[in-house]
């Protein structure tokens, strides 16, 4: 899966710009990203919503216990990957059909955080079990809200492209080839949401997340950490 933002939607995590900056290497655009995704991902399908983001994904080698889905409700389009284990109690929750998929259901839990503010973002999150990673766009109020399961089960992965676009896959090789340097891991158990403006664990949302440098013949420029969880979270 891919979904691609420009500048006026998010603003280039610093640290990824810097990595960028420490290691030049080549890099394409947001559309030659795409191009080069649709024309390696057989019966891909791919979408621009509005004039600042491009959403694309495929079935194709996916895994049949982490399955790719996609959904679009009230102007909220959403791409997720995996399963949720409490699927059918979380459906119940929200008061969907039991048809309803993950993507589905997250979009409904996305609904709740921003029309229930000041509802915590880390509850909406932190209510999921099992292994996922999603991508959110809620086009109302040009939002992006990014996720990945606590224990890193699905991967996901974000640079910044030539043209200073942010893009999330799951596939590292694939946005190595587009962001250089100018990648990382998502960290798991981690959201990402512009509403907040920052990168935040949803185990132990007061703990600062720090970007170190990585060595020369990694594949990419910084890992995100997680400071101190089991200190910090026993004295939340």
């Known amino acids: 899966m891919l979904g691609v933002f420009s500048s006026a939607i998010v603003s280039p995590p610093d640290e990824?710009?810097?990595?960028?900056?420490?290691?030049?290497?080549?890099?394409?655009?947001?559309?030659?990203?795409?191009?080069?995704?649709?024309?390696?991902?057989?019966?891909?399908?791919?979408?621009?919503?509005?004039?600042?983001?491009?959403?694309a994904y495929s079935h194709h080698s996916e895994s049949?216990?982490?399955p790719r889905s996609f959904a679009v409700k009230d102007e909220i389009f959403c791409l997720f990957e995996g399963a949720l284990d409490n699927l059918g109690s979380l459906k119940q929750q929200y008061g969907l059909a039991k048809s309803a998929n993950e993507a589905i259901l997250v979009i409904e839990a996305y609904k709740?955080?921003?029309?229930?503010?000041?509802?915590p973002p880390n509850h909406v999150v932190g209510h999921l079990i099992g292994s996922f990673a999603f991508i959110v766009f809620d086009k109302s109020t040009s939002t992006l809200f990014v996720a990945s399961d606590q224990f890193g089960k699905v991967p996901l992965y974000w640079g910044i492209t030539a043209d200073g676009y942010?893009?999330?896959?799951d596939n590292a090789e694939f946005l190595k080839g587009a962001c250089g340097k100018s990648l990382a891991s998502f960290p798991q158990?981690?959201?990402?949401?512009?509403?907040?403006?920052?990168?935040?664990?949803?185990?132990?949302?007061?703990?600062?997340?720090?970007?170190?440098?990585?060595?020369?013949?990694?594949?990419w420029g910084a890992t995100f950490k997680v400071e101190g969880p089991a200190?910090?979270?026993?004295t939340k």
Do not use: W
């Open 112 to 119: 709740a955080l921003r029309d229930r503010a000041p509802y």
């Open 64 to 66: 049949a216990l982490q």
């Open 166 to 169: 942010v893009a999330f896959a």
């Open 189 to 219: 158990g981690c959201f990402f949401s512009t509403a907040v403006g920052e990168l935040r664990s949803y185990e132990n949302p007061k703990n600062k997340i720090t970007a170190v440098p990585a060595k020369e013949e990694e594949i």
């Open 16 to 55: 990824l710009v810097a990595a960028g900056c420490r290691t030049p290497s080549p890099k394409i655009t947001a559309d030659a990203l795409l191009k080069r995704f649709l024309e390696t991902n057989s019966s891909a399908v791919s979408m621009l919503i509005g004039d600042h983001v491009q959403f």
């Open 231 to 234: 200190v910090l979270a026993a």
